[in-house]
């Protein structure tokens, strides 16, 4: 009865290796939206395959709370920015709970205890380098993307993410001396910092080409007081990009008595998930910052793109955003994060259209899942229950593609593995009429489409943890309930027939209701 279950305990702490997977802290000066939840799951789908492959992984996400936005949100409110951010970051928690995200940790940027005594040091480091600098600076401010920005950034004389023109600003700041790491920055995108997708790659190394500007790296007080000071210069507060980048090794403990690098340096590997509206930022001044701390670039940047809503960008004036939470409590937890990972190739910006949603939902979940493993657990049942003997797998390719897809982190055309899987299953029934056959070679039939299931649920794990979990258990697998654990492996149960000690199945029950 325990065969399988045994090996996933002794082969469990066996990793391939330590992984650090973030992705870019929430701004909460409102409740999470569509474009949060399309990156957590992203990035959670690659932490959990990653722990299937027996890899030791740390995976993070977190808020950004400090700056501009939520000093003025909080003044509008008539509440303190400290009252704003305790009371909408408990919502993104939420959420991301609710969604199975599966992180192991969570930053906040407001924690004096964890994150700022890293941000402190860095910025030492960063003046004892002498790339900080201050100087009296004239530009345009964009509230919303929280930079400032130059004339080539703007469309129509206004920011092209928020549809705004920015504000004229004269202030004495400190900078970020960038501009002198042009040569540096190329070398570094071609040959050792990974963009993910390839052909983001050329978009940022643009950005080199057009000519690097110093980066503002802190605002006079009366300016912006919800930050972090300044060190040594009281009069100034952190900008956003000291602050809020450096989330990533501040939890780690970068720069103080109970530092740990061990998911850091190498042989661990970081990956950074973001926005491409933020790509700049960690692709050119991350890594300059950490390389004048003394610090190891990460390995790999995945950016993705915007999602739109039938076709137009989500915008509030418009009246076309959609509730993340409205998508759960209709169709469920999987059914978003499905949608999402199917309609979204890594990288490109995706659509939400409700009709499409529901199509999909009822197409690829309802029928072509659901519907398989209802039909044969309905007609072994008619049996007796338990498993024959299995025949070979021949129509299937097996894992090698969809490892190697997993791996190049292109969730996109792996997720189609289990569908394409599941639609060969319900076509052989039909061709054989498996429910009109009898005695052994029925049995033999149905034992070979259960073990189908079986991989069908494996395949899709990373993706639809629940379900993949909820298949197992009306297949009865003895290692159901332990697949959501973070240090289940499957090691062998991707061979054919490896599961020895399953001998019988369980009862069907509905596995996506319709919905009306």
């Known amino acids: 009865m325990y065969v399988c279950c045994l090996y996933l305990l002794l082969h469990a702490k066996l990793a391939y290796m330590r992984r650090y997977i973030t992705t870019a802290i929430d701004y909460p000066n409102a409740p999470p939206h569509m474009g949060h939840v399309l990156e957590k799951v992203l990035a959670d789908a690659i932490a959990r395959w990653w722990r299937l492959s027996g890899d030791e992984v740390r995976f993070q996400i977190g808020t950004d709370e400090h700056g501009v936005k939520i000093e003025q949100t909080a003044d509008r409110e008539g509440i303190t920015p400290k009252e704003l951010v305790d009371r909408n970051v408990p919502l993104f928690k ?251 190739p890594v990288g490109n910006d995706g659509d939400f259209s409700w009709e499409r949603f529901t199509k999909l939902y009822d197409a690829k979940l309802r029928n072509d899942i659901g519907n398989l493993l209802n039909r044969v657990l309905v007609l072994m049942n008619k049996e007796d229950g338990y498993l024959g003997s299995m025949k070979k797998e021949e129509e299937w390719e097996g894992w090698g593609q969809y490892e190697k897809k997993m791996n190049d982190l292109d969730l996109f055309n792996a997720i189609q593995d289990p569908l394409i899987l599941a639609n060969l299953s319900n076509r052989y029934i039909d061709a054989r009429k498996v429910w009109a056959l009898k005695g052994k070679e029925k049995k033999e039939e149905l034992s070979f489409l259960a073990e189908r299931l079986r991989h069908i649920a494996l395949l899709l794990l990373p993706f639809v943890p629940g379900t993949a979990q909820e298949i197992s258990r009306q297949l009865n697998v003895p290692y159901a309930d332990r697949m959501l654990d973070k240090d289940f492996v499957l090691g062998d149960l991707k061979e054919w027939g490896a599961c020895k000690d399953w001998k019988r199945i369980g009862e069907p029950k509905i596995l996506f209701a319709p919905v009306l």
Request: aromatic share 12%; net charge negative; glycine share 6%.
């Open 94 to 344: 939420d959420l991301y709970h609710d969604l199975n995200i599966s992180s192991d940790h969570f930053i906040r940027t407001t924690d004096q205890e964890e994150h700022w005594p890293t941000v402190r040091e860095l910025w030492i480091r960063l003046a004892k380098a002498g790339v900080l600098e201050k100087k009296k600076y004239k530009g345009l401010y964009c509230t919303g993307c929280e930079r400032f920005m130059t004339k080539k950034d703007l469309i129509d004389g206004k920011c092209p993410n928020h549809q705004r023109v920015p504000e004229e600003v004269t202030e004495e700041n400190w900078f970020f001396l960038l501009s002198k790491e042009a040569a540096w920055l190329k070398k570094l995108l071609k040959n050792d910092y990974k963009i993910v997708p390839d052909f983001r790659a050329p978009e940022t190394l643009s950005l080199i080409e057009q000519g690097l500007e110093d980066v503002s790296f802190s605002r006079p007080k009366e300016s912006l007081e919800w930050g972090i000071p300044v060190p040594g210069d009281e009069s100034q507060v952190m900008y956003v990009w000291c602050d809020a980048l450096t989330n990533y090794i501040s939890s780690l403990g970068f720069f103080t008595d109970h530092e740990d690098r061990s998911y850091w340096d190498s042989p661990a590997e970081v990956t950074h998930v973001i926005g491409k509206d933020i790509a700049r930022f960690h692709a050119l001044i991350w890594p300059a910052m950490l390389k004048h701390a003394g610090v190891r670039i990460p390995d790999r940047l995945l950016i993705h793109g915007f999602i739109t809503s039938d076709g137009q960008k989500m915008s509030k004036s418009i009246g076309n955003t959609v509730d993340p939470t409205n998508v759960i409590e209709k169709y469920g937890v999987d059914a978003l994060r499905f949608y999402l990972l199917h309609e979204i």
